[in-house]
C-alpha cells in the first residue's frame, strides 16, 4: 500500500472553500447566496489591459525569462517608484501569483524547523506555504479590540528563539482590513535588526489604504537586507485569475537563491504578463473609482454591523475585508447554519468562519471574516440577512450581547489607523 | 548577517542557461548564434487557441477553482481519451505548466530523504524539484551506444533501497529522444509494483513519437495507485509561455493531498486556461504538420552529425532532442568554446552540454544535447558550424576520433525504438 507523504498529510485544507459543499447544495436548493466569504473582487478588470492581450501578435507563446519579461520588470520599476518604492529591475522577479512570492521567499530564507513570527488572524495559506517549506508557523494574537493593531513589541521578544528567521506583516491587511502605521513599521524594523530577522511584506493590497498613508516595507530605511516584498497584481487590477506577482529584495543572496528556483519552473505566466505591463500604463486616476467603491461599501457594512444587538466591527483602515465578533459560540458552527438552514426571502450569506485565520487554537470562535466585494445593494441585502440570522440563530449567546463596554467600541470603531 | 536557507543554497543553478551570457556576448559582438540549447520550438503556436483568448468576454478575471475549471477539465477528459487514457475530470488537476505538476507529485508522494529513482541522462529540473522537496536523486546510467534504453531491471534492483518512493520515467525523453517500448513500459510496472513505489510519468512530448506507439504509464493495467502522470500544453501545442499543464492520477488519497497544494497557490493562470480548452478542439489531423516537420529534421540531424568524424548520434524516437557523442573531452569547455572563440561565416551554434543531465559525476563529458527547434536550413547551417568547429576545436580528443566499432554505431543509429 503506497502512502502519501507527511506534508501531504499535515497539509491544510483551505478554510475559506471547505463551506463550499453547503453554498452549493443551498443554491441548488434555489436560495440565493450573497459570497461574503473570499476575497474575490466583482470590480470590472480594466478593459484595456485585456486588450493590451488581443492585440498582441504572438506567432510563438515562448517562455519568458526565468525572472519575467524584461520589458515587464523595467515598467515596474516605474510603478514601484510611484509608491515611493526604490528597486531595480534586476531586484524584481515575475512570479505566478502573489503564491508563489511567498513560497520563493519560505524556500529561499527557512529552513525546515525555521519558525516565523506573523500577528494573528493571518492570512491562512501562510499555513500551507509553511508546511511546503517545513517551517513552523508561530502565531501572536493581536486584537478586535484595538482593530487588530500590530501587538506590542514585548510580545514578539516573548516568542523569539534561536529557530526564528522571519516576520510576516500583511498591510493593509487580510483578514482584518487593518492598515500598519509608520510607527507600527518602525516597530517590526527594530525587531527584525535586534533580532537579525527577515521581514516578508505581503503588500497586496497596497492601492487600498483608506484610513491614512500605507506605508511599505520597503519604505523603511536600513532593511535593504532584511526586507522581502511579496506583490500580486491580483487585487490591484481586479486580476486574480491572471496569477501574476513579483518577489522584490535588494538582498542580492535571497533574489540569486529565487533566481533558482524560478529556473526551475522556467517561467512565470506569459500572457498575464502583457496584461501587467500594461496595467502600469492606467493612469494613476485608475484608482480613484475602485477605491471609492470599497470606501462607501466598508462604511455601509461597519455601520450596519455596529447596528446589530451583540455585534462588533472595528472600522478597517484598508483592504477590503472586516472581522466582526459577533454573539456566537462557534462561527463556523454558524456559518455552516447559514447555508444549511437558514434564509431570509429566499436568500442567505456566505462568511468566513474567523477560527481558520488564527493559528491558536480557541481563537476566533466568535469572530467572522466579511469580505465587501459585492456591490452596495447586495451588501445591504447580505446584512439584512446577517441581522435576521442573528435573531433567529439557535447558538446565539446571550453573554455576547452585551458586547464590550461601550466606550470601547466607541473608540475602536472610530479606530482609523 | 542574514543567512539564505539551505536548500537555496543547494538549489542547482540552471545547467542549460549558465551559457547563455557568452551566447549574448557572441551576438554583441555580430555573431549569429542558432540556438540548439533549449526546447523552445519555433512551430507556430495555433492561432485558432490564441483567437479563443481574444474572442472571451472576461468582464472580471476571476480565480479558477483551484483545480481548473471543470469545463477545461470535463474537456481534458476527451483529449486523453483520444490517446487511449482513461480518466474522469476529477482524477485532473490543471497546474501551472508541467513544472507545477511535478512538484506536486514531489511533495505529495515524497518525505524529506526518500529515494527517487531516475533513468539518467535526465531532465535536469527533476534536481530541483529535489532540492525543493528534500528527496534524494538516485541516478541510473542508461548508455548512448543502447540509444539510451531502458536500464535492464536488473540495475534498479541494485539501487533500490527502503528509502526509494519513486521512479520518474520520461517518454519521448528529454534530453535523449528515446521512446520507451510497451516492454519496458511493463518492466518498470513490474518493478513499481514489486517494490511499491510511484510512477512518475514526465509525458511532456506524447505528440512527438515517431518510431511507433507511444505508451503512456496510464495505459498500464493494475497501476491506478502507482501512476502519477505529469503533463503539459508546452510542446504539444508549441505553447510553452502559456505555463499550463496537468497533474493527472486515480490514486485518490494522492489527488486529495495534491488538491490541499492546489488550493493554497488558489488556482492556475486562467488567460491559459482558455487557451488549452480551445486547443482540444484542434483536429487530430492539426499534429501531422509539426510532427512532420520535426522527423524531416530530426532525419538532417541525425544523418548529419554521423557523417562528421567521431561523432555518434543514436536515432531518437521522439521528442525533439539528440544525444551525440562528440571527439570532445569536455563538453562545458566545448559549448563555450563554439560561443567565445569559434564562429564560421558569421554564425555559431549554441548546444547544451550533457554532464547538465546526469546525476552521476563524470557522465556526459563527451556529450551534448541538441533540439532540433529550428527550421531546416537553419539545422543544415547549424550542422556546418558544428563540423567545422569540431574540425578547429582545439580539444578534440583523437582517441574518440575511431569512435565506437562500426557495427555497434549502424545498429544503434537504426534503432528504431
Same mark, same amino acid.
Given at each position: ?55 498582441? #501578435? ?26 515611493? /518604492? ?20 519560505? +524556500? ?20 500551507? +506555504?509553511?508546511?511546503?517549506?517545513? %517551517?513552523? %508557523?508561530?502565531? /501572536? ?27 510576516? &506583516? ?29 521581514? +516578508? @511584506?505581503?503588500?497586496?493590497?497596497? =492601492? ?26 491580483? $487585487? ?11 518577489? &522584490?529584495?535588494?538582498?542580492?543572496? &535571497? ?25 502600469? #500604463? ?12 470599497? /470606501? ?28 466582526? $465578533? ?16 437558514? @434564509? ?22 466568535? =469572530? ?19 441581522? $435576521? ?11 455576547? =450581547?452585551?458586547?464590550?463596554?461601550? =466606550?470601547?467600541?466607541?473608540?475602536? /470603531?472610530?479606530?482609523?489607523?
Amino acid at each position: 500500500m503506497l502512502q502519501i507523504s507527511q506534508r501531504g498529510q499535515e497539509m491544510p485544507a483551505s478554510p475559506i472553500r471547505k463551506l463550499v459543499p453547503y453554498a452549493e447544495a443551498a443554491k441548488k436548493a434555489g436560495t440565493k447566496v450573497f459570497h461574503l466569504n473570499i476575497g474575490q473582487p466583482d470590480i470590472e478588470t480594466p478593459p484595456s489591459i485585456l486588450d493590451a492581450v488581443r492585440k498582441a #501578435d504572438i506567432p510563438v507563446l515562448e517562455y519568458s525569462h526565468s525572472a519575467g519579461n524584461e520589458s515587464y520588470r523595467r515598467k515596474l520599476v516605474s510603478y514601484y517608484k510611484s509608491v515611493g /518604492i526604490n528597486v531595480t529591475y534586476d531586484q524584481i522577479i515575475i512570479t505566478t501569483g502573489g503564491s508563489e512570492a511567498i513560497m520563493f521567499g519560505f +524556500f529561499c530564507c527557512l529552513n525546515p524547523g525555521d519558525e516565523v513570527i506573523i500577528p494573528e488572524p493571518f492570512y491562512a495559506n501562510y499555513n500551507g +506555504f509553511a508546511v511546503e517549506a517545513g %517551517v513552523k %508557523v508561530v502565531p /501572536i494574537p493581536s486584537k478586535i479590540e484595538t482593530g487588530f493593531a500590530l501587538p506590542p513589541i514585548a510580545d514578539f521578544e516573548k516568542v523569539i528563539t534561536p529557530a526564528t528567521k522571519a516576520i510576516i &506583516v500583511c498591510s493593509p491587511n487580510n483578514p482584518t482590513g487593518y492598515l500598519y502605521s509608520r510607527q507600527e513599521m518602525e516597530d517590526l524594523k527594530t525587531i527584525c535588526l535586534n533580532h537579525n530577522l527577515y521581514l +516578508f @511584506s505581503d503588500e497586496a493590497y497596497r =492601492e487600498f489604504s483608506y484610513s491614512g498613508d500605507y506605508i511599505s516595507a520597503m519604505h523603511l530605511s536600513g532593511m535593504d537586507e532584511q526586507v522581502v516584498l511579496m506583490d500580486t497584481i491580483s $487585487k490591484r487590477y481586479s486580476a486574480c485569475g491572471a496569477r501574476l506577482g513579483a518577489f &522584490v529584495t535588494k538582498n542580492k543572496a &535571497v533574489y540569486n537563491a529565487a533566481m533558482k528556483f524560478a529556473q526551475a519552473r522556467l517561467s512565470p505566466p506569459g500572457l498575464a504578463q502583457i496584461m501587467g505591463e500594461a496595467a502600469v #500604463d492606467l493612469p494613476a486616476s485608475y484608482f480613484d473609482k475602485p477605491k471609492a467603491e470599497y /470606501i462607501a461599501r466598508r462604511d455601509l457594512l461597519v455601520k450596519r454591523l455596529n447596528a446589530m444587538p451583540g455585534v462588533f466591527c472595528p472600522n478597517p483602515g484598508g483592504a477590503f475585508y472586516a472581522m466582526a $465578533k459577533l454573539p456566537i459560540a462557534d462561527s463556523d458552527h454558524f456559518c455552516q447554519w447559514l447555508l444549511e438552514s437558514f @434564509s431570509h426571502n429566499g436568500q442567505t450569506v456566505m462568511l468566513a468562519p474567523a477560527t481558520g485565520f488564527y493559528g491558536t487554537p480557541g481563537l476566533g470562535k466568535d =469572530e467572522v471574516r466579511l469580505a465587501y466585494v459585492l456591490n452596495l445593494k447586495d451588501l445591504s441585502d447580505a446584512m439584512d440577512c446577517l441581522e $435576521k440570522a442573528l435573531e433567529e440563530y439557535p447558538g446565539r449567546t446571550l453573554a455576547a =450581547e452585551t458586547g464590550l463596554a461601550v =466606550e470601547n467600541r466607541q473608540s475602536a /470603531i472610530g479606530n482609523v489607523q
